[in-house]
């Protein structure tokens, strides 16, 4: 019948349903779901990619999934920063609630690329949060991998985030060089921008994949595409050996890949372009 041909038909454009698994608090401004679409398809997705998520009369926004590709569990993870009445909202749900889900959207990581070689990844603030989804990918086929480092910064330690996991992180070969912006008293680690701890790292036939917030900073700034200053906006390139470095501040490019300028761009580095509706 018409209406079994358009109920086969699958589209990236159309809301799903995803319901919440759990919702927790991983900082003062960010939460961690797990959700559950009605649609498996979206368990497809690949690490750097994103949904659309939204909710009914509040609208939608571009949100990096941070969970491993592959996995056999019928969710995945989306982390979300609190900045306007959308992700208000969604921060208000509560296990069994739900929220729409469309895509997957966006270029991925050339995972198969990187295999074989070091790799070098560098994040800022919130930067981590679609990292995690290509770190997590690559610690569980660690074998394939050459050396694994991660450069982490953030203005303060109470800012950085899935600190929880590092250990198991750093377990399964992930090198973690971690930093804050200025001094606490609560951080015996490295003090400084993300960028000071860049000399320290080698690294050669590799990729290097650096979040845009990086670039001139240690953090994230919350602002949406093209709210950067102008040294932030012209792509950068740097050869390094073996290891090339691409950096653009208004389109993301991850290792030559370019990522969406409007939604891609946003979500890739964790930040919550809103939609609302009139």
């Not at 729409?100 to 295999?115: A, H, I, L, N, Y």
């Not at 290792?255 to 809103?274: L, P, T």
Request: glycine residues 12%; charged residues 20%.
């Amino acid at each position: 019948s018409v209406k079994d041909i358009k109920n086969s038909v699958k589209s990236p454009y159309i809301p799903v349903r995803a319901v919440v698994h759990s919702a927790v608090m991983v900082s003062e401004k960010e939460m961690l779901f797990t959700v559950a679409p009605d649609d498996a398809a979206l368990l497809t997705y690949r690490p750097g990619q994103f949904f659309m998520a939204g909710l009914p009369g509040y609208g939608e926004a571009p949100i990096s999934v941070t969970s491993p590709s592959g996995g056999r569990t019928a969710s995945f993870e989306l982390c979300v920063r609190a900045t306007g009445n959308l992700t208000n909202a969604l921060h208000r749900l509560k296990k069994g609630d739900a929220m729409t889900v469309r895509g997957p959207f966006g270029t991925s990581f050339p995972v198969d690329e990187m295999k074989g070689k070091d790799l070098l990844f560098v994040a800022g603030g919130i930067g981590i949060v679609p990292m995690r989804s290509l770190i997590k990918t690559v610690l569980k086929k660690r074998p394939s991998f050459g050396k694994a480092t991660l450069v982490y910064g953030s203005r303060g330690p109470d800012e950085m985030l899935f600190q929880g996991e590092f250990a198991a992180w750093r377990a399964r070969g992930l090198d973690i060089r971690a930093t804050i912006d200025s001094a606490n008293s609560g951080w015996k680690g490295h003090v400084g921008l993300v960028t000071t701890l860049l000399p320290e790292v080698e690294v050669t036939d590799g990729f290097g994949l650096f979040d845009q917030t990086t670039q001139g900073a240690g953090n994230a700034t919350g602002e949406a595409p093209g709210q950067h200053d102008g040294a932030q906006d012209d792509q950068q390139r740097r050869d390094d050996g073996d290891a090339t470095f691409l950096v653009d501040g208004g389109q993301q490019l991850v290792a030559g890949h370019r990522i969406d300028q409007q939604q891609g761009g946003a979500a890739q580095h964790g930040q919550a372009v809103e939609r609302d509706l009139p």
